[in-house]
T-cell receptor
Framework: AQSVTQLGSHVSVSEGALVLLRCNYS??????LFWYVQYPNQGLQLLLK??????LVKGINGFEAEFKKSETSFHLTKPSAHMSDAAEYFC???????????FGTGTRLKVLA | EADIYQTPRYLVIGTGKKITLECSQT?????MYWYQQDPGMELHLIHY???????EKGDLSSESTVSRIRTEHFPLTLESARPSHTSQYLC????????????FGNGTRLTVT
């Protein structure tokens, strides 16, 4: 069965530093891939999605992610962290041809002043 | 701004009570989902629906039931609440079609005492 692994349940970065949140998936057939952000007491909001059109995907709030088939990865990055980026981030996959969306366990990002 | 609405946002209720968590969306999406979210864990799918009069159980064993009488409405009912049901419940929807992301409501945080 498809699975999603997010390495690091907690990540801390200094304001202005690079943000790197890791996501690996298990399918041999590239699924559809998504990154979501969740602020306290809110639902999940879509940051970006990979749909096979381009391996580097740009999303909202300055985030981007690169799909690497050889590494089965879809890591999320942002060149310069802002205090407002502090939140929980979820990677998710949707298996082609199914209804299922599989989520990782999330990474809580802390931004230090 | 959410186009998918969940009520109540917070609910504290005693063991054995029957409760219904409401979810409505104004986007005309065919597919709707209920997820259970606990801290540090992935989102677990408990129910989904492809459309009116179509409901299925998800991967997580649940004592809840759902109905889909109208496209926009997908309520979740617990016939007899237990402390083990204490969790956050997220409703989501997506249009039929490949690689469509999920749109989430703000969730209902349920506490059963």
């Amino acid at each position: 069965a498809q699975s999603v692994t997010q390495l690091g349940s907690h990540v801390s970065v200094s304001e202005g530093a690079l943000v790197l949140l890791r996501c690996n998936y298990s399918s041999s057939v590239p699924p559809y891939l998504f990154w979501y952000v969740q602020y306290p007491n809110q639902g999940l909001q879509l940051l970006l999605k990979y749909t096979s059109a381009a391996t580097l995907v740009k999303g909202i709030n300055g985030f981007e992610a690169e799909f690497k088939k050889s590494e089965t990865s879809f890591h999320l990055t942002k060149p310069s962290a802002h205090m407002s980026d502090a939140a929980e981030y979820f990677c998710a996959v949707s298996e082609r041809g199914t209804y299922k969306y599989i989520f990782g366990t999330g990474t809580r990002l802390k931004v230090l002043a | 701004e959410a186009d998918i609405y969940q009520t109540p946002r917070y609910l504290v209720i005693g063991t054995g009570k029957k409760i219904t968590l409401e979810c409505s969306q104004t986007m005309g999406h065919d597919k709707m989902y209920w997820y259970q979210q606990d801290p540090g864990m992935e989102l677990h799918l408990i129910h989904y629906s492809y459309g009116v009069n179509s409901t299925e159980k998800g991967d997580l064993s649940s004592e809840s039931t759902v109905s889909r009488i109208r496209t926009e409405h997908f309520p979740l009912t617990l016939e007899s609440a237990r402390p083990s049901h204490t969790s956050q419940y997220l409703c989501a929807s997506t249009p039929t079609g490949r690689n469509s992301p999920l749109h989430f409501g703000n969730g209902t945080r349920l506490t059963v005492t």
